[in-house]
């Protein structure tokens, strides 16, 4: 199977370009990860539950630009007080779960130093990102994360960047 990273750098990261991956034998289709591989994450408005210690904070968004004006009030606070995701690296799956958001959201875990308007970073770096997420579902994302900081956030239910540090 062709790792992640290297899938991406070789056809970027679209949707298309996994299918014609698989079309022309580059890919497998990854097996579902083991147990002990699985991060569970849980959205509610404007935040995913696990990096804030399990505290909700209550959000009650509409939208999009309400999340925005949340968090520009009480993001940075709770970034300083959130727990930061230590992982050794290897195949991961992020099970998302949408408890009570009322729109659709997802999520998008990329190298921590990843700038979305340069076109050289989606062919160099990795960056993992999906919707679809409506209130009640979950959705799994797998991504091969090698040693290096990352970040994760949802820009549907805009939530602040939480870090994840791969060591090993």
Request: with cysteine; net charge negative.
């Amino acid at each position: 199977m062709v790792a992640g990273r290297t899938l991406h750098r070789a056809i970027g990261s679209t949707t298309g370009g996994v299918v014609v991956a698989l079309a022309l034998g580059l890919a497998e289709m990854p097996v579902a990860a083991e147990a002990d591989h699985v991060i569970q994450l849980t959205q509610t408005g404007c935040q995913f539950l696990e990096p804030e210690k399990g505290v909700d904070g209550g959000f009650e968004p509409r939208s999009a630009e309400d999340c925005n004006r949340i968090n520009a009030e009480t993001g940075g606070q709770r970034l300083a007080n959130a727990k930061i995701l230590e992982l050794s690296p290897g195949t991961y799956t992020f099970r998302v779960t949408n408890t009570d958001v009322p729109y659709e959201l997802g999520l998008w875990l990329r190298e921590a130093d990843y700038q979305l308007g340069n076109p050289l970073h989606k062919l160099t770096k990795l960056s993992v990102s999906g919707g679809g997420l409506y209130e009640g579902q979950t959705k799994d994302y797998a991504v091969d994360l090698e040693p290096g900081e990352y970040l994760y956030s949802c820009p549907l239910n805009p939530t602040p960047n939480y870090k994840l540090v791969v060591k090993g």
